[in-house]
């Protein structure tokens, strides 16, 4: 009983001794609490969502067709495109984007209808002088969305041709019917010759009809073709269906006494031609731009808060700001006693080693705990970032990610000969960090390969875990915690070992 209370008073004695070495340096203490929070403040204030403006100069023939288009658009291009001017000259536009006087020059094709009607596709040719390859693919993007935008604008103008044809086309279809209905009564008659002679000149109409169906029309068609149930053929292929009946109808024996099954025929393509009329009643009331886009699409989360885009960022900088405090002061602890040469003490005292490093492990378990505890409050009721998941889990993540961090530090504190090696270390760590640990980019964009260094941070599990406690509200996974304390374990126990072996008489 006396050797487990000396075991503890031994402990204590480097708990109270740690602590007291922190408070007595207020301005450490200071920055310690302060430092972090006001990190994720400035960035909090100073982050912009919002895309970049591109101040764009366009090169365009000498066509004044081409022109009033690009000017008649170009109040419509959007925030990410500001537009300056347009010139004829390649050379001096791409001489403004080398002294980056424009950001953007978009080249648009020289004969778009000659490459249309040569089955190819014309190019609009967007230069930039960019070297950031987030900012390129930006460009890119933009430009396929620009060229949306344009394909959108030639489809909409061939549905607004399409609305014009439609108002003619009816009227062609209401005589159309009125001969077929002509010719009905011919077959009612009896006047098989002049019913055959009627169905000849209507399927003959008919056949120009489909022939003359402009592009506006086969555009609805195809639209009316593709979303509608099946049973529905396309303009044109009605038009056909009617030649087809039309054909059999001048085919019939002319010298037979009934004619029902003709007249049938003949009632039925009356029902086709209103059912045809009704469809390009109902194209011309749709709107063309609803008529070339019919779909559209919303992205919504289903998270139970809604998040601000600076939130995805503070759980990893929350990890990597403790990892980095931790690692410095476990990686300073050590190297300075053994500066001062209170390990010499150690070797001279009854203290152990385990005695040593469980001691200063408490003692800067607490004052890490103590900071992480200031931050996640002034993170959650000042800057309003939401903690969605269960209090205990973000604590138990936390407890974890300083573990291993402490161990990681005190290793290097082990390791180091002096001040400066220590803190060369500590840095090197946060720089990988900084790139391996999710921080500044997604794990699966790294090689598979390089994720042995990422899974090897602390501040990798945290970013991953205290995202998803605080963001999505889930609990941590038990893989990862338990990787995590794993992880803390073995560096609790090299540094047991290596503390050892520096105790030990000489």
Known sequence: MRNLARFFIRVFAFV???????????????????????????????????????????????QETTR???????DNLGQPIEFVGITADEAEATAKLRSQEVDLVVVTPVDPLGNLRDNKQSTFHLYHYEIDPFEETYIRLLGREYTNVVNEEVLIAMADQGKVEAESFQVKLGQAKEQTTAVRHALEDGDAAQAVHLAQTLNDDIGLLALGVGSGLALFSSVDKTMGTGAEAGLIEDLENLQVKLLEMQQMDTGKESFDVEIETAVSIEQDLDHINTILNDYRTIDSR???????????????AALQPTHFFVPAVIALLL??????????????????GALE???????????????????????????????TLLVVFILRVPILGHIGNYAVVVLGLLLASLGLGFLISLLAQTDSQAIQYAMIVLLASIFFSGFLL????????????????????????????????????????GALFTISILLFLLSWWRLGRLMAPE
């Open 323 to 340: 990892q980095h405090i931790a690692i410095t002061l476990g990686g300073l602890s050590i190297v300075r006693e053994r500066r001062d």
């Open 442 to 481: 997604a794990l699966y964009r790294l090689w598979t390969p390089v994720h042995i260094i990422s899974w090897s941070l602390p501040a990798t599990y945290g970013t991953s875990m205290l995202q998803s406690v605080m963001l999505r509200g889930r609990i941590p996974s038990l893989l990862q915690l």
């Open 16 to 62: 109270g001794k740690e602590i007291a070495t922190i408070l007595r340096q207020p301005r450490l203490v200071f920055t310690l609490i302060l430092g972090p929070f006001f990190i994720l403040l400035i960035f909090g204030i100073g982050y912009r969502n919002t895309a970049r403006t591109l101040k764009t100069v366009f090169v365009v023939p000498e």
């Open 345 to 375: 003490l150690f070797r001279a005292s009854p203290v152990s080693a385990f005695e040593t490093l469980l001691g200063k492990y408490i003692s800067y378990l607490l004052l890490t705990s103590v900071l992480a505890t200031i931050l």
């Open 290 to 304: 609803v008529l070339v886009s019919p779909f559209r699409s919303e992205a919504d989360s289903i998270t139970s």
């Open 68 to 74: 009033a288009l690009i000017n008649q658009y170009a």
